[in-house]
């Protein structure tokens, strides 16, 4: 709660089980469960840091170890399994019956790849575990994450960090897919039906199910870089009217959220409310989130969003060649990622000059966009801190940094 507070809060009242809640319902837990092995882990972790404390470090890595050979275990057990469908699990598993992948076995490969992104030997380490975590998901399929279970809450907690690994790997994003959109169209649908619904649980949605795009996008921008001029000249328009659509939305969600809390306001407005609530108390804007933590949200949202719309501005640089289209794009780029740190770009000038894509071959040359961890070790900051709660709650932007050299 003290490391998470943007997700423990979000998670806390918008799904049935919380992570805390399911913590709670276990007790003492298991010496052979993955989840209570890893959640001791992370603990420790936490606690040494916090104590600058070397021995529970090392319990925590020893407890770490522990919780991989268990997850291993459980995970090679069902590994040739039936699934529900009757197919057989080519990977994943978990402790149900029937190749079904149990949710203590998915949350508990979701503790040992936080742990790696705080205490890994290098900033891919946590991908190892993501790379298991989607195969995971997929076979679970998105009807087992609804709100209604703890599946809802690992789903809301790690979903930011889909987006950071896709971006990081070069690879379209699971929760991009069909199934995946719907399921975040029913969480704004049951806010909506909420008597506390909260504004910004719909913006936040509805920014998600765009933000989640982006790595797909960057992947096919960097395939038409590398085809030949003719093939460029037929796949150009359709991805460039894509990318327009989600530049577009993301503009006007960036807008809509800075204007509500404009308007609504946080703690440090109280006279900006929604509507009486049990006599003279008011009720802040946020609903079923507590306001207490709505100017981390809102500022670390918007952040991400921002951070989308720069990455959407890079893209379409290299696809416009019409030069009063470039010179709105290069301005609004300049004006976002001022004083964010999260973009480097080197252009000749003020200019937005054309791109090389309609001046050569672009086949053969370096692609000019890449994407940086910082989740590096020398960069990374400890369990102790909120850290990875913010990249989570960017959706995933805080945990990368663009580099472009147009």
Not at 239 to 256: D, I, N, P, T
Request: proline content about 4%; overall charge neutral; hydrophobic content about 40%.
């Amino acid at each position: 709660m003290v490391a998470w507070p943007c997700l423990f809060t979000c998670t806390e009242k918008s799904t049935q089980i919380s992570w805390v809640t399911y913590a709670v319902s276990r007790g003492a837990g298991e010496d052979g469960n993955a989840f209570d092995l890893g959640l001791r882990s992370i603990t420790c972790s936490f606690m040494g840091a916090v104590a600058n404390d070397q021995t529970l470090i090392n319990v925590g890595r020893q407890l770490y170890g522990k919780s991989l050979r268990c997850l291993a275990s459980n995970l090679s057990r069902l590994q040739h399994a039936p699934s529900k469908s009757g197919k057989k699990c080519g990977g994943g598993g978990g402790v149900g019956g029937g190749g079904y992948v149990d949710e203590a076995v998915l949350a508990g490969a979701v503790l040992l790849s936080v742990y790696e992104m705080h205490h890994g030997a290098s900033a891919e380490a946590w991908l190892h575990h993501h790379t298991g975590i989607i195969e995971m998901m997929r076979l679970r399929g998105a009807e087992s994450h609804t709100m209604t279970g703890f599946g809802g809450a690992i789903y809301i907690a790690y979903r930011g960090f889909f987006i950071t690994a896709s971006l990081l790997k070069g690879e379209a994003c699971l929760l991009e897919q069909r199934e995946w959109q719907a399921m975040s169209e029913r969480i704004e649908a049951e806010n909506a039906r909420r008597p506390d619904s909260s504004v910004f649980t719909e913006i936040a949605e509805r920014a998600f199910r765009e933000m989640v795009k982006l790595p797909g996008m960057l992947k096919r921008v960097k395939e038409l870089w590398e085809m030949p001029p003719v093939n460029q000249f037929l796949v150009r328009p359709q991805l460039k009217q894509e990318l327009a659509a989600v530049r577009a939305a993301l503009r006007g969600l960036h807008a809509e959220l800075g204007i509500t809390v404009a308007t609504h306001g946080g703690p440090n407005n109280p006279a900006a409310t929604i509507c009486p609530h049990q006599g003279d108390r008011k009720e802040m804007f946020v609903g079923p989130v507590s306001y207490k933590f709505f100017d981390g949200f809102s500022a670390l949202a918007i952040r991400g969003i921002r951070s989308g719309i720069v990455l959407v501005d890079h893209l379409l640089l290299l696809l416009t060649p019409e030069m009063d289209v470039r010179q709105v794009v290069h301005e609004e780029i300049q004006t976002l990622s001022r004083d964010d740190g999260l973009t480097n770009h080197s252009f000749a000038g003020s200019e937005a000059r054309p791109s090389p894509l309609f001046m050569m071959d672009t086949s053969k040359r370096p692609f000019p966009i890449r994407i940086e961890s910082l989740m590096d070790p020398r960069v990374r900051q400890g369990p102790n801190t909120a850290w990875t709660d913010g990249i989570a709650t960017s959706y995933g932007m805080l945990g990368v940094r663009i580099h472009v050299d147009h």
